[in-house]
């Protein structure tokens, strides 16, 4: 069974940086497409970025495009994204996402969340 775990999110003033990191228990870590989603309140939960298994391919939503990064430790199964000059539209509950493909279809787990809030 997967369990996600995230961390790292908190209050941070318009322009500046945090760092989510999310560490995967369970098996086959490397074999496990990561992404990150968020949900503001009162919207959807939306992809913001993702990257694939052997972490040579990433995307990104546009709106977050050239500000965060995602990256991923398989030797440590963590997956982390740096967030760089934060907006308040940022603000949202960021949640941690491991699918994997099976021959009988995909899998998704998910995180708890982890609050950001980018305000002044």
């Known amino acids: 069974q997967v369990q996600l775990v995230e961390s790292g999110g908190g209050s941070v003033q318009p322009g500046g940086s945090l760092r989510l990191s999310c560490v995967f228990s369970g098996f086959f870590f490397s074999s496990h497409r990561m992404s990150w989603y968020r949900q503001a309140p009162g919207k959807e939960r939306e992809l913001v970025a993702r990257i694939s298994s052997g972490g040579a391919s990433t995307n990104y939503a546009d709106s977050v495009k050239g500000r965060f990064t995602i990256s991923r430790d398989n030797a440590k199964k963590m997956v982390y994204l740096q967030m760089n000059s934060l907006k308040p539209e940022d603000t949202a509950v960021y949640y941690c996402?491991?699918?994997?493909?099976?021959?009988?279809?995909?899998?998704?787990?998910w995180g708890q969340g982890t609050q950001v809030t980018v305000s002044s």
């Open positions: 996402n491991a699918q994997e493909s099976r021959s009988t279809g995909l899998y998704d787990y």
